[in-house]
């Protein structure tokens, strides 16, 4: 997977993407990332990317001009072919099912706005697709380009040490992960469940089942609406949730 991330910050991505599961993901070749400076194509020798917005307002808005002029250029210099994200707060909200989705691309454009925004001829007509992830206010596209990386890339075979890991992550089955425990089994009085120490899996696969039910419904019951349950687990949160 190839991944271009459009930007006028392009020295904020060298710390998170030089540790961890993206630096190891580029190191085996599952993906390649780059980075270009939006500036580059900037028309004046001041290389300006923002002016004013028409019609008065606050702040300064990025220019059209560079960012169709970076996408054009970035996108020749690769035959494949992908969405060219916009990361805005006007974009749908990002989630795992998405990770899912972009990571099954060969490449993906990232454009990062900044400044009060991006002209709207950006929005119209040159991003495919545009994302958010949360409602709140952030000072750049930055930030949003590596959590959607970092949630993509661990999708990308390979790019985890076990294949399993992904699957097990909180929302990848559309709940909350379950609790986790490791050595010591007792520490400071605090001991890990007997089931975890039994050797019997079956039951540990209920018991992991339960206590991810248990937990989304405590944290973030809104998922459930869209969860399967069997109706032995529907009763069994019933009896199992703690009174408000």
């Not at 006007?90 to 972009?102: C, K, P, S, Y």
């Not at 890339?153 to 709940?175: N, T």
């Amino acid at each position: 997977m190839r991944i271009d991330i459009l930007t006028i910050f392009p020295a904020m991505f060298s710390g998170p993407f030089e540790e961890s599961i993206v630096k190891r993901a580029v190191e085996k070749g599952l993906v390649q990332i780059f980075l270009h400076d939006i500036r580059d194509y900037a028309s004046d020798r001041h290389r300006t990317v923002d002016d004013y917005t028409f019609g008065g307002g606050q702040g300064m808005l990025m220019k059209p001009d560079p960012l169709f002029a970076a996408v054009e250029d970035v996108q020749g210099q690769a035959p494949e072919r992908g969405p060219i994200v916009l990361l805005t707060p006007q974009g749908r909200l990002f989630d795992q099912d998405m990770a899912v989705e972009l990571a099954r691309q060969d490449r993906l454009i990232m454009v990062c706005g900044h400044y009060e925004g991006v002209d709207a001829r950006v929005h119209e007509n040159l991003a495919t697709d545009e994302i958010s992830i949360g409602d709140y206010v952030l000072s750049g596209g930055e930030l949003p380009a590596m959590v959607v990386v970092d949630a993509v890339v661990r999708q990308i075979p390979g790019a985890l040490g076990s294949p399993l890991s992904s699957a097990d992550d909180s929302f990848a089955q559309g709940l909350l992960e379950h609790p986790q425990y490791t050595r010591p089994a007792e520490f400071r009085g605090m001991s890990v469940p007997e089931v975890l120490l039994s050797g019997n899996h079956g039951e540990i696969a209920r018991w992991r089942r339960q206590q991810s039910l248990l937990r989304t419904a405590q944290h973030r019951p809104d998922l459930l609406a869209s969860a399967e349950l069997t109706e032995e687990e529907k009763q069994w949160l019933l009896t199992n949730l703690p009174s408000p």
